[in-house]
């Protein structure tokens, strides 16, 4: 049993926005789990770390969540672990382009599946462990969830359905568990994107330069730590981009 005060679960935290966002909790004092599913050696890597800065701090769980009965075991093997869970993140993803003429039903569950399908269940098996300690929930949608990404449909469908998912929840868990979004604008680039078109990209947003992963991760840490009266709400963490 950890002795730690509270407890976040991160889904997708072995790397980028999933573990700053690990990081910015542990340093808060909270005790962390990091969710993974193919990513095992960037997870003990950083559960290392974090364990050598704090022992008995940091956790590892392998699933995939896009089956259900693998979250259920993870919820399961977190409670376990720690004894209580205060704050889910769920930020696992997938991103890729689809075309509308050429997407495979294969792609379309994936992206769902990742998305949408498993906040939800991750959520379902999570509220039962934040009900008893009046915790919270902080989903990782998208700017393109309001307006769609071009060649990107069904991951801006996706996000979309999360975003709803985000208030339906607040409603449905309220009063015991709130839930609340982040919308990351342009945090980390795609590996494939060319300099000319990262240039493009940032002379069209007002603020006029990219964000970092610790934007987004000291956005999650405010909606879970000092926004108490706030449950149902998407912020755009974007420099202005959703603006224009």
């Not at 072995?14 to 340093?27: C, Y």
């Not at 693998?70 to 889910?88: C, N, P, S, W, Y």
């Not at 599946?113 to 009900?131: E, R």
């Amino acid at each position: 049993m950890s002795n730690i005060q509270k407890i976040i679960l991160i889904t997708g935290a072995a790397r980028r926005i999933g573990a700053e966002i690990a990081r910015t909790f542990h340093q808060t004092g909270y005790g962390v789990v990091l969710h993974y599913r193919d990513s095992s050696d960037e997870a003990a890597t950083l559960v290392k770390l974090l364990n050598e800065a704090r022992e008995n701090s940091a956790w590892a769980v392998q699933a995939n969540v896009q089956s259900v009965s693998q979250i259920q075991q993870m919820v399961a093997e977190v409670l376990e672990k720690t004894g209580r869970l205060d704050v889910l993140v769920n930020n696992a993803s997938t991103f890729y382009a689809t075309s509308v003429d050429g997407a495979t039903e294969e792609q379309w569950d994936d992206l769902i599946g990742s998305n949408l399908k498993a906040p939800f269940f991750v959520s379902q098996a999570a509220f039962p462990a934040l009900k008893n300690t009046r915790g919270c929930i902080v989903n990782i949608v998208d700017i393109h969830a309001k307006r769609s990404l071009r060649h990107y449909p069904v991951y801006s469908v996706a996000k979309s359905g999360l975003s709803a998912l985000t208030e339906s929840l607040a409603k449905e868990l309220a009063p015991d568990v709130r839930v609340n979004g982040v919308s990351p604008g342009v945090i980390l680039w795609p590996e494939n994107q060319s300099q000319d078109t990262r240039y493009e990209i940032i002379n069209k947003i007002p603020l006029q330069r990219q964000g970092l992963p610790r934007d987004i991760a000291d956005t999650v840490l405010f909606l879970a730590v000092k926004a108490s009266y706030i449950t149902g709400q998407v912020i755009a963490v974007d420099g202005g981009k959703s603006l224009v």
